[in-house]
């Protein structure tokens, strides 16, 4: 017996038809690698099943984690990143395409936004849709203007990109996520959110699972926060992983009502490699 230790409450027996990961805190935590993703992620790919990487974070756009995946030793195709710059502007391409937007985001989601042909402004009399996000930048000229469209002017709706009220750091720390950003609307304006487009929503489940031409039973949502990965697989009959290296803790987990619990519950991620394979390759925990 080679693998991790047995907090883990249950490993994968089998081998599934397409993985769907986490970033940071799932596959890496801040700038390093976390133990086994490598090999388990290559080990995947040797076999030819599908893997995709998803995240709730707009502050990169997918190339910008093609870039960060690449320096730490996976590379990987842009079509298999997905986060909620991809879905927020799939979901306004499809519903508002002529929409003039106000995005409180930082540059990544405003240029490809921009690239899309969607008119940006911060004009109040002009915006149709304010779009409230994960914004470092966030002050209340910001707000002034969001309050402006929706509350004085009575022309906009409010949408969000994620639902997150924070975002970890490595260490302990962390800082004020997209969720914060909404509720100092809200409660300026008293205009609800009427959208979200990430985790758990199922329109990020749909971008999940996009070409992999299998049952959601049948591919693995891997990640570290229960109320967004674990979540959006449970709501949407995927497989479920919660690796226990970010923000969810085995305690949380087994507290929940059996529904809502994970699949499986791995102390690292490379954990959802079935024992009989880790025998076959002859992995042991001091080679990953």
Not at 22 to 41: E, K, Q, S, V
Not at 154 to 169: E, G, M, S
């Amino acid at each position: 017996m080679s693998q991790a230790p047995a907090s883990a409450v249950q490993l994968p027996t089998e081998l599934y038809d397409a993985y769907v990961f986490d970033m940071d805190g799932t596959i890496y935590l801040g700038d390093h690698l976390l133990p086994g993703a490598a090999r388990m992620i290559n080990e995947l790919r040797r076999r030819g099943i599908g893997v995709r990487f998803l995240s709730n974070n707009p502050t990169k756009d997918p190339e910008q984690y093609a870039t960060k995946l690449a320096k730490l030793g996976l590379p990987t195709d842009v079509s298999d990143i997905a986060n909620t710059i991809v879905t927020t502007t799939g979901w306004l391409k499809q519903n508002h395409p002529n929409a003039v937007l106000f995005p409180i985001a930082e540059e990544p989601l405003c240029n490809y936004l921009r690239n899309e042909g969607f008119t940006l402004s911060d004009d109040p009399e002009k915006i149709d849709i304010v779009i409230a996000s994960y914004d470092r930048t966030f002050d209340y000229r910001k707000l002034q203007i969001a309050f402006d469209a929706l509350w004085f002017h009575k022309r906009a709706i409010l949408v969000q990109t994620n639902p997150d009220k924070y975002c970890p750091f490595p260490g302990g720390r962390g800082e004020p996520d997209c969720a914060s950003i909404v509720a100092a609307i809200e409660a300026s304006t008293g205009v609800k959110c009427q959208a979200n487009f990430g985790k758990p929503d199922p329109i990020m489940l749909t971008e999940a699972l996009r070409g992999f031409g299998v049952t959601p039973d049948r591919a693995v949502m891997v990640g570290d926060r229960l109320g967004t990965d674990i979540k959006m697989a449970v709501d949407g009959g995927m497989t479920s992983a919660l690796v226990l290296t970010g923000d969810s803790t085995l305690a949380e987990a087994q507290a929940l009502p059996d529904q809502e619990k994970p699949t499986y519950i791995l102390d690292r991620v490379d954990q959802l490699i079935p024992q009989h394979v880790w025998d076959e390759l002859g992995w042991t925990l001091d080679n990953d």
